[in-house]
């Protein structure tokens, strides 16, 4: 060997060392070594084989290794001269070095042309001794990884237990952990109904797509891998799911590919399973892998010990432990059955679908504790309103349902919604403090298909919020393809800011009896690429629905202050006002003060000259909360107004709550103010109290010279209509914010 080919292969081996140990893992490792030894012997093609295995190849198209001849060259006698056939080549004589120590793994490299020579093959022998050991130093490690992760994961379900954490907790802790550790798509524990031993319930579960969860709830023990490992006792592993004769048709159509059960017992008996499946093809269950799957079910059988009865353990694992209802899995049990009976009569099923209104503003502001009373409050308010055969369960979070049996009229369910309306709607004292929540219902009946009841309900709940929440509605079929529609409509609601399709448009606000311009409302509008303009009215109440609002209404922020700072340094009267529209969603936002904040220092307006309005339906549901949030926005410097005022019916009662500065007189007012004159004392009653509180009064959808002279002669000081400008584009408005254009409908009280 010269100097010159020792220092170059040493140079080559160092380098080389360096890129098989600075990976990630085994399978990276072993892909760098192929890789740097084809580069360093000039290879046409190389393979690392690890017994009959191939673990990686390059010269070949993917998937199209020749792995019988390359077996097979591995396999004969080294001094015989081989080859194995390479794309383009033909056949291409090998050589092959051993990989690590075991005898089992090798590289094959594959060279047309010049054998190797001594050299060569002496860095081709360094270099699969390097890999061999840098593959095994990765898979030590990475042994060692799981090994630290499933101890780490039983120490905690054991603090879990020790803790005494709500046993269906400590269920889905375990139930996670094998689905992580074992690598599955999905995991679940399965018990012994002490009712029924012949069934086993879903106690707790993971990755069972929605469409299955209902149907496999419940299932008989003699079908499925779960419930033969219960009958046998023992672990049941299946790694071609479908030829398994304890396979689930249901789950042979879903496609799962394995499946493997331990056994969970307490005391001794056979109580339940824990069982991990996945859909990917291939997957082994290795002896290790088996072995932890028996580890952690023994670690269910603790917890489960632990909880002891086990008519108490299954009550658990079907019951929010919050409310002591049933849980979702015990809902979808009952109303299964519901159905079952039903099917041989004429009378149908309902699912109540109820949604609390403003349950997270109490949460958020109140903290968990009252949302925790509040949502017991409401679930016995529920349970009051039902007869013994209805069922009443906690979905989760504030979503309850209600299941109702035989029914003749689906005014029978309307009915009881409107009762479950009426009751959660009360007040509710906790601590002394008065706590207002709602509830919105949807309504589906029928005679099949629990889950596809329980989703048309949900549909129906939605349609219920949107319609103003506090109601109940009746599904219908027409909302699936709303319900589409609204789900498209928000995918292009979220990228509509990026995409620069919102813009705001002003509306004068002028002095009534001079005509002089006051101020603008912004008012937004979406430039949607097909619909063309959309108002606020098609898209706000989806977006509190999502809480993109928080998002948009950053954005009318930072633009309307922007906006009024460009005119001010244009020469826009000092004193000119913009007034901002925010929702209820908004105010709900702890980040709004700050929101409202940023958006004056970025565009250095007066904090003097924005005026927030806020509707008279999202004061009427104040909180402390609420109040809170206000007084700190105007403690900004920002003034609030009412909008709508006038549409809501408690008027009167918020008015001294709230730290409010001005009043838009809601348009239903206006409307009438050109006929008789008994139909202006409403207006005249709306002017006055402002008068009285000292707070100015917006007149809204000033529409005619009539109503304009209406109000100067009731002494209301500010309009705003089409009368005297629509909403329009910044750059429409501005030559008469800017004084060069004078206000429509003026002094004159013509309409130009
Ligand atoms: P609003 O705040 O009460 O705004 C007044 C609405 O009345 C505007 O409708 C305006 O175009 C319309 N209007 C003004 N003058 C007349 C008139 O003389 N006759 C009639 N018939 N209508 C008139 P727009 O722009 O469709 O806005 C509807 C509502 O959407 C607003 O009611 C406001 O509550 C909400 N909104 C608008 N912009 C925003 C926003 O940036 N954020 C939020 N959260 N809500 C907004
Ligand atoms: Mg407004
Ligand atoms: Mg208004």
């Known amino acids: 060997m010269t100097v010159r080919a020792a220092s170059w292969s040493t140079q080559q081996l160092a380098e080389f060392v360096a890129a098989v140990s600075s990976v990630a893992d085994a399978d990276l490792a072993a892909r760098a070594g192929v890789e740097r030894v084809a580069e360093a012997l000039d290879a046409d093609a190389v393979a690392l084989m690890y017994g009959e295995r191939l673990a990686y190849a390059i010269g070949w198209p993917a998937g199209a290794t020749p792995v019988d001849a390359i077996r097979a060259a591995v396999a004969a006698d080294l001094d015989d001269e081989h080859v194995v056939p390479v794309p383009g080549l033909g056949y291409v004589p090998i050589t092959r070095a051993e990989v690590g120590e075991d005898g089992d793994a090798y590289l094959v490299v594959a060279r047309e042309g010049e054998p190797p020579d001594a050299e060569e093959k002496g860095l081709l022998r360094a270099m699969a001794r390097t890999l061999g050991l840098a593959m095994h130093n990765h898979q030590v490690v990475s042994a060692l990884r799981e090994r630290q992760r499933l101890l780490e994961g039983l120490s905690e379900i054991q603090r879990a237990i020790a803790l005494r954490e709500p046993l269906h907790q400590v269920l889905n802790t375990i139930v996670g952990l094998a689905q992580e550790i074992l690598g599955d798509d999905q995991a679940a524990l399965m018990l012994r109904d002490p009712a029924d031993p012949d069934s086993l319930i879903v106690a707790a579960s993971t990755g069972v797509p929605q469409e299955l969860e209902d149907r496999v709830q419940r299932r008989r023990i003699d079908e499925g891998i779960g419930g033969r490992a219960v009958l046998e006792d023992r672990l049941i592993v299946a790694e071609r799911y479908a030829e398994s004769s304890a396979a689930m048709s249901l789950f042979v159509k879903a496609g799962l590919a394995s499946a493997m059960a331990a056994p969970v017992h307490i005391e001794g008996d056979v109580v339940g399973c824990l069982l991990v499946s996945s859909y990917r093809h291939g997957l082994q269950y290795t002896p290790a892998d088996q072995n932890l799957l028996i580890t952690i079910a023994q670690q269910a059988s603790l917890a489960l010990t632990d909880a002891r009865i086990v008519s108490d353990m299954v009550h658990q694992a079907l019951h929010d432990p919050l409310t002591g209802m ?14 079952q009976r039903t099917e041989r009569t004429t009378s149908e099923v309902a699912v109540l679908f109820v949604d609390l209104d403003r349950f997270k503003p109490v949460n958020d502001s109140l903290g968990h504790a009252v949302g925790d009373e509040v949502l017991c409050v409401v679930a016995e308010r529920i349970s009051g309103c ?8 906690r979905l989760g979070g504030d979503e ?3 299941l109702l049996e035989e029914i003749d009229t689906q005014a029978e369910a309307t009915t009881l919604a409107q009762r479950i309306i009426d009751t959660v709607a009360a007040p509710i004292v906790i601590d002394g403090r008065h706590v207002f929540v ?13 889950e596809d009841l329980l989703r048309k309900a949900d549909l129906a709940m939605y349609r219920a919020k949107a319609d103003g929440r506090g109601r109940s509605v009746l599904f219908e079929p027409r909302m699936q393809g709303q319900a589409l529609e609204r789900l498209e409509l928000e995918i292009e609601l979220r ?9 705001l448009f002003y509306q004068p606000i002028v002095v009534l009896d001079s005509g002089a311009l006051h101020g603008v409302e912004a008012l937004l509008r979406w430039h949607h690429p097909e619909r063309g303009l959309v108002g606020p009215a098609d898209f706000i109440p989806l977006a509190e ?11 009318v922020l930072e633009t309307a202050c922007r906006q009024l700072a460009a005119w001010h340094g244009a ?8 007034n901002v529209n925010l929702s209820g969603r908004q105010l709900e936002d702890p980040g709004l003060h700050s929101t409202v904040a940023d958006a004056l220092s970025h565009a250095a307006v007066d904090e003097g000259s924005l005026i927030l309005e806020i509707t008279e339906t999202v004061l009427m549901h104040d909180t402390d909360a609420t109040i809170e949030r206000l007084r700190a926005l105007r403690a900004l410097g920002v003034r609030l107004a009412v909008d709508d005022f006038g549409t809501g019916y408690s008027s009167l009662r918020y008015l001294n709550r709230f730290p409010i500065d001005v009043l838009k007189m809601a348009s239903p007012f206006v409307e009438p103010l050109d006929a008789g004159s008994e139909r202006r004392s409403l207006a005249q009653t709306i002017v006055s109290l402002g008068s009285n509180l000292g707070l100015p009064v917006i007149a809204e959808g000033i529409e005619r010279p009539e109503q304009h002279a209406a109000l100067v002669a009731l002494g209301c000081e500010l309009g705003q209509g089409y009368h005297f400008g629509r909403p329009v584009p910044a750059a429409e408005i501005e ?14 009280h013509t309409r130009s």
């Open 326 to 339: 049933p849980n979702r899995a015990l809902f979808g049990d009952r109303l299964a059955h519901a159905l």
């Open 400 to 402: 309850f349902a209600v």
């Open 571 to 578: 020469g826009a009267q000092r004193d000119l006002t913009m």
């Open 438 to 450: 709602g509830a919105s219902i949807g309504i589906a009946t029928g005679q099949r298909g629990a």
């Open 386 to 393: 039902l007869r013994e055969s209805d069922t009443a369960a």
């Open 545 to 555: 629905e999502t809480g993109l609002i928080i998002e948009i209404g950053w954005w």
């Open 735 to 748: 030559p008469q914010i800017l004084g060069k254009r004078p206000a429509n409908g003026g002094g004159s």
């Open 495 to 503: 990228g509509a800011i990026e995409r620069a399709e919102m813009e």
